[in-house]
């Protein structure tokens, strides 16, 4: 190396098998002699140096170690090296990072938008004294208003439903609260009419709580009257006689319905809203003494004729008029609606009013202005009292003192009339 040249190709020719069909470069392998040499054709000089001159860019390097540095390649670079881990750590940890950023920025922007956010309506109770409470108005220490420590509920009682929103003084949320057994008990006992049921006695101490109230045989009046309908009180014997088992007449029937208004008076008179009267919420007894029950007692019984607006609700749409149907307004007139409807079931011996509509169905007859059709053999004066109770204008409907009059009125009529047609026949 650092020398070039060559010889002819004839002087391998001679005296050198190894180089035979060979040709001679001129070579210095190893840096042995100061210039080149070659092997001659003169069996006397085996080989001798070539008048070959040195390159001009001559390399101080020697050929054998560059020999050395073909054979050893110098081995590349671990891909995974520390270097490349450190680098490729760091940019992930900046990647995830702009992600998370990016993530939480897009669902505040989406939270903004969409507003207020209700939580489920799943029901949850929940302890109240563990709610924020509003400092502005427990730091007096001023007593409380008479009236409104009547109002006073335990907190505790109160059942968490599901959030509303904000309101002008904190958190709005929807909740239950448990029937006041001991508030509902002091009322019925105020209660002493001959056709109000007669609360006995309270099991307030321990579980379930019970209200003892006054035994009435034949039971609720919607289930007597149905029993006593025309189509289940004719009976056939083995020998095909046929004979009445119970008939009840218009008499009967006016008789009914004045004792139930005479409960209504007494109530109204005290300014006490019954806002659930139906035949199923009052009682008969052996001899046939009507009285108002009250008091939610038949609702799981007959939950056919309630409109449930939710799991918590219970509306008696078919005995409600419109402003109680649409602006839950109950009032004594709203009884005195749901009267009128008392007098149609008592005439139907306890049909289900608008039967064959849906409740849906109901409140858009009821907003056209329709009223329930007359019961088949009703007396006229009945009727008339009915749809008077219905007048869409509330103010316009007769009182419980006029309608208990009313009846008076129509029995005497109709006792005038059986006396005459039965003079008439003897």
């Known amino acids: 190396m650092g020398f070039t040249g060559t010889t002819s190709p004839q002087s391998s020719t001679y005296g050198f098998s190894e180089v035979l069909n060979s040709e001679n ?11 080149p040499w070659c092997y001659t054709i003169d069996p006397r000089i085996r080989w001798q140096h070539c008048d070959i001159p040195r390159c001009e860019n001559n390399s101080h ?35 995830v990072a702009m992600i998370i950023i990016v993530v939480l920025g897009c669902r505040r922007l989406q939270k903004y938008r969409r507003g207020y956010n209700a939580t489920p309506t799943t029901d949850v109770e929940i302890d109240l004294e563990k709610l924020p409470s509003n400092m502005a108005y427990h730091r007096t220490s001023a007593q409380l208003n008479p009236r409104l420590e009547v109002l006073e509920y335990p907190r505790n009682d109160i059942i968490y439903i599901r959030d509303i929103g904000q309101g002008a003084f904190g958190r709005v949320f929807q909740a239950k609260a448990q029937t006041d057994f ?5 009322l019925m006992s105020e209660f002493d009419h001959p056709n109000i049921v007669k609360l006995l006695g309270v099991c307030a101490v321990g579980k379930p709580m019970c209200l003892l109230f006054e035994y009435m045989g034949k039971g609720d009046l919607n289930e007597f009257l149905r029993n006593c309908s025309p189509t289940n009180y004719i009976v056939r014997t083995a020998n095909g006689d046929i004979y009445n088992d119970v008939r009840l007449t218009h008499m009967d029937l006016l008789n009914v319905s004045r004792q139930i208004a005479a409960g209504m008076t007494y109530l109204s008179e005290r300014k006490f809203v019954h806002r659930d009267l139906a035949t199923r919420n009052c009682l008969v007894s052996e001899d046939m003494v009507v009285k108002i029950s009250d008091f939610g007692l038949s609702q799981k019984i007959y939950t056919a004729n309630y409109y449930k607006g939710n799991d918590h609700d219970a509306i008696p749409i078919r005995w409600m008029p419109l402003e109680s149907i649409l602006y839950n307004k109950f009032t004594v007139e709203s009884d005195v609606w749901a009267y009128g409807v008392v007098l149609w079931e008592i005439f139907s011996f306890a049909l289900q009013p608008y039967y064959g509509l849906t409740h ?18 009703t007396p006229i004066p009945i009727y008339q009292l009915m749809k008077a109770c219905w007048n869409r204008k509330h103010s316009n409907r007769p009182s419980f003192k006029t309608i208990h009059k009313t009846l008076g009125i129509i029995q005497e009529e109709l006792q005038r009339h059986a006396y005459r047609e039965q003079k008439v026949h003897v």
Do not use: H, W
Not at 84 to 92: E, G, R
Not at 182 to 186: F, L, P, S
């Open 61 to 95: 390097i020697f050929a054998a170690d560059l020999e050395l540095m073909d054979m050893f390649e110098p081995p590349p670079e671990p891909v995974f090296s520390p270097t490349f881990i450190l680098i490729t750590s760091a940019l992930s940890l900046v990647v």
């Open 360 to 377: 849906e169905e109901v409140v858009k007859y009821i907003k056209e202005g329709n009223v329930l059709q007359c019961p088949d053999n």
């Open 25 to 35: 470069y001129c070579r210095n392998a190893g840096g042995e002699e100061p210039m």
């Open 182 to 186: 001991e508030r509902e008990a002091c």
